[in-house]
């Protein structure tokens, strides 16, 4: 079936570091992939997203892309805030239009 | 994207009780998930509801204790019934997107039973 594995958190880094979320999944043909952010104590918000292989997602400096061939969609960013901080998910698209969660990873910059 | 109102957007129950949470979409959508988010943890699916057709449970969750309407394509409840301290969650809706966006999420609604 349709899996979702993340990097365990929680990941702490420094303000203006790079930051690489790994994200690899299972499915069959080629899903929707997601990332959503959430910041504490707030909803659900997409970040980014991409539908077909090789397809980037980009936002807010975030950027994804799509590789079939290693069946990932990683995260990164070239320089983190502060204001970063906060739960990352990944998530696909499966066969019955639901989204399959990845466990999220928990983000901590210090200034 | 669709504009998603939910509520309560918290609440402290009694065991033994029932709460209805409701979401209100700003558009006409074909399909709405309900989701849990234990503290800590990722969604997991409760359910898929469409309008007109009942909605199909994920398993571990069953509709006598998970009742959900959809009695339009604008809105839908989920209830929680019977309360247990194990249904302290978090509960979220989602729409699908129509277009281009991405699927959209309700506020979410903290419970808490005690």
């Known amino acids: 079936g349709n899996s979702v594995t993340q990097m365990e958190g929680p990941v702490t880094l420094s303000e203006e570091a790079f930051l690489t979320i790994n994200c690899t999944y299972t499915?069959?043909?080629?899903?929707?992939l997601f990332w959503y952010v959430q910041y504490p104590g707030e909803g659900l918000q997409l970040l980014l997203k991409a539908t077909k292989a090789d397809d980037k997602g980009s936002n807010k400096g975030f950027e994804a892309t799509y590789r079939k061939e290693t069946t990932s969609f990683h995260l990164e960013k070239g320089s983190v805030q502060v204001s970063d901080s906060a739960v990352y998910f990944c998530a696909l698209r499966g066969s019955n239009y639901q989204l399959i969660w990845g466990a999220g990873t928990k983000l901590i910059i210090k200034p | 994207s669709a504009v998603i109102s939910q509520k309560p957007s918290r609440d402290i129950c009694q065991r033994g009780t029932s709460l209805t949470i409701q979401c209100q979409v700003d558009s006409q959508v074909t399909m709405m998930f309900w989701y849990r988010q234990q503290p800590g943890q990722s969604l997991t699916l409760i359910a898929t509801a469409n309008q007109g057709s009942e909605a199909t449970y994920e398993s571990g969750f069953v509709i006598d204790k998970f009742p959900i309407s959809r009695p339009n394509l604008t809105f839908s409840t989920l209830t929680v019934s019977n309360m247990s301290p194990e249904d302290s969650s978090i509960y979220l809706c989602?729409?699908?997107?129509?277009?281009?966006?991405?699927?959209?999420f309700g506020s979410g609604t903290r419970l808490t039973v005690v």
């Open positions: 499915a069959t043909g080629y899903p929707s």
């Open positions: 989602s729409v699908a997107p129509t277009g281009r966006e991405g699927y959209t």
